[in-house]
């Protein structure tokens, strides 16, 4: 589990409840099913109709990766790079053949195999970065389904408000349960806003942020491949792969 996720939605939504119990109000009044309902419901429509069935079902995928602690093996795809960059340099590329089925990171694979195959290296960069660009661009549609609901349930929650207002309208008669009546009207606002602030739109940027450290390191691999088959020193080419990361990771 991701520490930060987690501790943001407990001190977000914690904030908020105990907020309320601290002016007075109390917890169950802002228990509401009927505005759960309608937030969720209306929410889940408007995105379905924005998005398409690709990008929802790769929004659901991507979701447990928000909740999910990230282990980066960049480290190692780096080691493995730098292993066979040594190989090829003390005998040839074609050295590499009889390693390539233990190559543990798939992409590595590819890109190796291309290379003892003598690909050109411009032809091996141009495939593998529309391959790069075309799954960023997969991942971020699937990203944006969780943005787009934190744009459509606020709105959604004033819809809520709304119908709930014109129900209290038409019982004018009952002034006593006037008061109730509008109070919980507007807990589908407070619905809304906050599922939106605090849990789509994070959960939508930080997908984003994944997905592009997950293309970052695909380039870093790719590089990688490249210069073996340009017989780069491998100490040289270590240097310029840990180039890639960010201070924490180095």
């Given at each position: 589990?991701d520490?930060?996720?987690?501790i943001?939605?407990?001190?977000?939504f914690?904030?908020i409840?105990?907020?309320n119990?601290?002016?007075?109000?109390?917890?169950?009044?802002?228990?509401?099913?009927t505005?759960?309902i309608?937030?969720?419901?209306?929410?889940?429509?408007?995105?379905?109709?924005?998005?398409?069935?690709?990008?929802?079902?790769?929004?659901?995928?991507?979701?447990?990766?928000?909740f999910?602690?990230?282990?980066?093996p960049?480290?190692?795809?780096?080691?493995?790079?730098?292993?066979?960059?040594?190989?090829?340099?003390?005998?040839?590329?074609?050295?590499?053949?009889?390693?390539?089925?233990?190559?543990?990171?798939p992409?590595?694979?590819?890109?190796?195999?291309?290379?003892?195959?003598?690909?050109?290296?411009?032809?091996?960069?141009?495939?593998?970065e529309?391959?790069?660009?075309t799954?960023?661009?997969?991942?971020?549609?699937?990203?944006?389904?969780?943005?787009?609901?934190?744009?459509?349930?606020?709105?959604?929650?004033?819809?809520?408000?709304?119908?709930?207002?014109?129900?209290?309208?038409?019982?004018?008669t009952?002034?006593?349960?006037?008061?109730?009546?509008?109070?919980?009207?507007?807990?589908?606002?407070?619905?809304?806003?906050a599922?939106?602030n605090?849990?789509?739109?994070?959960?939508?940027?930080?997908?984003?942020?994944?997905?592009?450290?997950?293309?970052?390191e695909?380039?870093?691999?790719?590089?990688?491949?490249?210069?073996?088959?340009?017989?780069?020193?491998?100490?040289?080419?270590?240097?310029?792969?840990?180039?890639?990361?960010?201070?924490?990771?180095?």
């Amino acid at each position: 589990m991701d520490k930060a996720t987690l501790i943001g939605l407990l001190v977000g939504f914690g904030g908020i409840l105990l907020g309320n119990v601290l002016e007075g109000g109390h917890t169950s009044s802002l228990m509401q099913l009927t505005a759960f309902i309608i937030v969720l419901a209306g929410t889940i429509g408007a995105v379905m109709v924005s998005s398409s069935e690709k990008d929802l079902k790769v929004g659901l995928r991507l979701a447990k990766k928000a909740f999910k602690k990230e282990e980066s093996p960049t480290k190692k795809v780096i080691q493995e790079i730098v292993d066979c960059a040594r190989l090829a340099k003390k005998e040839s590329l074609l050295a590499l053949e009889p390693r390539i089925n233990r190559i543990e990171n798939p992409f590595f694979k590819s890109i190796l195999r291309n290379v003892v195959d003598g690909v050109e290296v411009e032809t091996i960069r141009d495939i593998f970065e529309n391959q790069i660009a075309t799954e960023e661009e997969e991942l971020l549609g699937g990203a944006k389904v969780w943005t787009d609901a934190g744009g459509f349930s606020p709105t959604i929650g004033i819809i809520g408000a709304v119908l709930g207002l014109i129900h209290v309208m038409g019982n004018l008669t009952d002034t006593s349960k006037l008061g109730a009546g509008i109070a919980v009207a507007f807990v589908a606002t407070v619905y809304g806003v906050a599922s939106a602030n605090l849990l789509f739109l994070p959960m939508g940027n930080k997908l984003k942020r994944r997905v592009q450290a997950l293309s970052r390191e695909k380039m870093m691999v790719l590089e990688g491949g490249i210069l073996i088959a340009s017989g780069m020193n491998p100490v040289v080419l270590e240097q310029k792969l840990y180039s890639f990361l960010d201070s924490e990771q180095r």
